[in-house]
C-alpha cells in the first residue's frame, strides 16, 4: 500500500493550481485528475490527489509570459486615451427627429392596429375589439398573436343601426 500522507486532499490541490474546489471536484469524474482516498480513524475516507497532478494542472492553467526590457515600456499613455478626456454625448434631440420621420403617417398605412383602427373609427379600443372578436370587422392574425385591420374594412365599415348586441341586449331589459 502506497503512502498517502504526501498527497493533496481537494482544497489543498485547489489552492496549489489556482483552480475552484468546484472545477477540482468536476475533472475528478471525467479521470482527468488521478485520486486516492485515504482512510481516517473515525471518520469518512479524505479524497486526496498525488502532488504530480498539481504540477501537471498547475502548467496547464499558468499562461507564459514575455518580460520585456524596461526601456522597450511606454513611460506614460497617449493623450487620446487618457481617462481625463470627456466623452462626447449623443444628441437626443436628433436622434427623436430621425426616429419621428420614420414613422408612417396614419393617413398613409394599408394596415393598421386595433389601437389605430379605433382612433380612425373614433371608437373605443375595446369596442374594435368586439367588433373584431364577432367578426363584423376583417382583420389578419399575424404569427405573434396581434391582429391587423385594412384601410379599406375601415373605410367600408358602417356602424350597425341600433348599436351592436350588447346595446340591443340592454335595451331588451329595460
Known amino acids: ?24 471536484e468536476r475533472l475528478i469524474p471525467l479521470h482527468k485528475i488521478i ?25 496547464v492553467l499558468l499562461r507564459p509570459t514575455v518580460d520585456l526590457p524596461s526601456d522597450t515600456l511606454p513611460l506614460r499613455q497617449p493623450a487620446r486615451l487618457s481617462a481625463t478626456a470627456p466623452v462626447r454625448q449623443p444628441d437626443l434631440g ?19 392596429t386595433e389601437k389605430e383602427a379605433a382612433s ?12 373584431l372578436e ?12 396581434w391582429r391587423r385591420i385594412a384601410r379599406t374594412a375601415l373605410e367600408n365599415y358602417t356602424p350597425l343601426a341600433g348599436g351592436t348586441k350588447r346595446t340591443k341586449e340592454r335595451k331588451k331589459e329595460s
Open 1 to 24: 500500500m502506497e503512502d498517502l500522507s504526501a498527497w493533496l486532499t481537494i482544497p489543498e490541490m485547489a489552492a496549489a493550481t489556482g483552480k475552484s474546489i468546484r472545477s477540482i
Open 35 to 59: 485520486v486516492a482516498k485515504r482512510p481516517v480513524q473515525g471518520m469518512k475516507p479524505v479524497t486526496v490527489i498525488p502532488p504530480e497532478e498539481a504540477e501537471k494542472h498547475r502548467a
Open 94 to 112: 436628433a436622434i427623436l427627429k430621425a426616429l419621428d420621420r420614420l414613422r408612417v403617417p396614419l393617413a398613409q398605412k394599408v394596415y393598421l
Open 120 to 131: 380612425y373609427l373614433g371608437l373605443p379600443q375595446s369596442e374594435v375589439k368586439k367588433l
Open 134 to 145: 364577432a367578426g363584423t370587422l376583417p382583420s389578419i392574425r399575424l404569427s405573434n398573436g
